[in-house]
């Protein structure tokens, strides 16, 4: 059956060009308004296009797809991808309304979710062993991932003594940064839609250099999926114009639980000596 990954447009056209006159309806239909369609059911399709039901069903088999809610899945991923933020935000005023709070709520909710129900525990085991067998590890994220980036660096550094964020992830400084990047080396990839150039490039660059590549990012369709040895999915999936890091961050810091889990002795070697310099140097506000 079709993937997800496909460009779905070009289906929709090919089915304009080559289908029966019901999904040549349905075809145009698509190509004119996928964005409100992505969120249209089998019915209100039917309804809109003038078709049956049943017709839009075996159209989106016809295309090559398990059945139409993965024809809306493919729809969404590509508004997901496309819209600009303007056309996000616009958009987010008519899916969500006034009910701001538990739209968003449940929109991570359902990322958590869909990220642990996909997430292979094998796969997870592997990238660990990956990151500990590392000789040294880069980090990079840009734009909205690099709290992301920022936020992995600061635990995985306090367990690992090889670990290097990526600062200057603007203009060539990248690419100086990884510089030194090498065979035994593992450099961890983040980014998601719309998916970062720059960290894009930088993969390109360091697997060229003939270091392992782990991407933590949304789907199979992502570039850097495409680039990497290594991925961890997770969902962000929004109605809003604001990215969601939710599940992302959710991964992140299974991650760094795993990490320090399978290093037990030098973590908690690491965090006794740290508590020691926060008492003495008052990091933190004990007084009550």
């Given amino acids: 059956m079709q993937s997800e990954g496909k460009n779905v447009l070009a289906l929709i056209e090919n089915s304009i060009e080559n289908g029966s006159k019901g999904h040549r309806k349905i075809g145009q239909y698509l190509l004119k308004n996928y964005v409100s369609a992505a969120y249209m059911t089998a019915q209100r399709l039917s309804e809109a296009v003038g078709v049956s039901e049943s017709t839009v069903v075996r159209y989106a088999i016809e295309l090559g797809f398990d059945g139409y809610p993965k024809l809306q899945a493919a729809l969404k991923s590509l508004i997901k991808n496309k819209l600009t933020t303007v056309q996000r935000i616009e958009f987010a005023e008519e899916r969500i309304g006034n009910n701001v709070l538990a739209a968003s709520f449940m929109a991570d909710i359902e990322n958590l979710k869909k990220t642990l129900a996909q997430t292979d525990e094998a796969n997870f085991n592997s990238i660990v062993d990956l990151i500990l067998s590392a000789g040294r590890i880069y980090i990079v994220g840009t734009r909205s991932s690099t709290s992301l980036a920022s936020f992995l660096n600061f635990y995985l550094a306090l367990i690992l003594d090889n670990v290097k964020l990526v600062h200057n992830a603007s203009g060539s400084e990248i690419f100086e940064e990884l510089l030194r990047v090498k065979q035994g ?22 697997k060229k250099q003939g270091a392992s590549v782990i991407a933590i990012t949304d789907s199979k369709q992502s570039p850097l999926a495409y680039i990497a040895d290594k991925v961890l999915y997770a969902s962000n999936y929004t109605d809003s114009f604001v990215d969601s890091l939710v599940a992302p961050l959710a991964m992140i810091n299974a991650l760094i639980a795993a990490v320090g889990q399978r290093r037990r002795a ?18 933190y506000d004990t007084e009550k």
């Fill in 266 to 283: 030098e973590t908690s070697q690491s965090f006794a000596r740290l508590e020691e310099i926060w008492e003495e140097y008052r990091v």
């Fill in 185 to 206: 080396d593992v450099v961890i990839g983040i980014s998601f839609p719309r998916y970062s150039k720059r960290t894009v490039d930088a993969m390109h660059f360091v």
